[in-house]
């Protein structure tokens, strides 16, 4: 066992979480996306996941973390910058040919975009998944039972509102950190 993923463990171990081992074993790419997204813990639980689930993945995170030191942290972890203020449509390109470019990669997206309640997710994971012919797999940390696990890896179609529908059913039953900052009805109308 490698050093990071008995680090991770423990910090689990720690906190008292238990990591299901249910991802996806057959898939060497894939859009994950994790919710709720409710405090700054989500983040140590996200990192602690992927290191102890072997799963070589990188996350999105808006640039304003990437203050030195901090940004040697982010970068070695995995981490992209981005420029929420200053989104351009070549973004979903660039993560789209960084995807395609490795034989092995996971591409994290936390579509609340915020630990604060949204109504709408935002969607530019559903972008890259279609662009890049990849399945998402949907992650989730449950506070309630103390656990973070994956649903079943599904391909992205053409009706987002569909796929954005089949995703509040997942989530549906997953308790957040602050409730009251968790919309379970993130697409509703």
Not at 27 to 40: F, G
Not at 94 to 121: A, C, I, S, Y
Not at 122 to 144: E, L, M, N, S, W
């Amino acid at each position: 066992m490698n050093a990071k993923k008995a680090l991770a463990q423990l910090v689990l171990k720690l906190y008292g979480w238990k990591l299901i081992d249910n991802k996806p074993q057959h898939l060497k790419k894939y859009v994950l996306i994790a919710a709720p997204h409710t405090s700054n813990f989500d983040f140590t639980l996200a990192i602690a996941s992927l290191w102890a689930g072997d799963i070589k993945g990188k996350y999105l995170i808006k640039k304003e973390h990437f203050w030195w030191p901090m940004s040697v942290f982010m970068r070695k972890t995995g981490g992209i910058p981005v420029d929420r203020e200053n989104l351009k449509k070549d973004f979903t390109k660039t993560l789209v040919d960084m995807m395609k470019d490795t034989d092995e990669m996971v591409l994290l997206f936390t579509p609340e975009g915020t630990r604060g309640r949204v109504e709408r997710w935002k969607t530019g994971f559903h972008r890259v998944a279609r662009a890049c012919q990849y399945p998402i797999v949907p992650a989730y940390a449950d506070y309630g039972k103390k656990e973070i696990g994956f649903g079943e890896p599904f391909e992205p179609g053409d009706d987002l509102e569909a796929d954005l529908r089949k995703l509040e059913k997942f989530y549906a039953d997953k308790k957040a950190r602050y409730p009251q900052y968790f919309n379970a009805a993130f697409y509703e109308r």
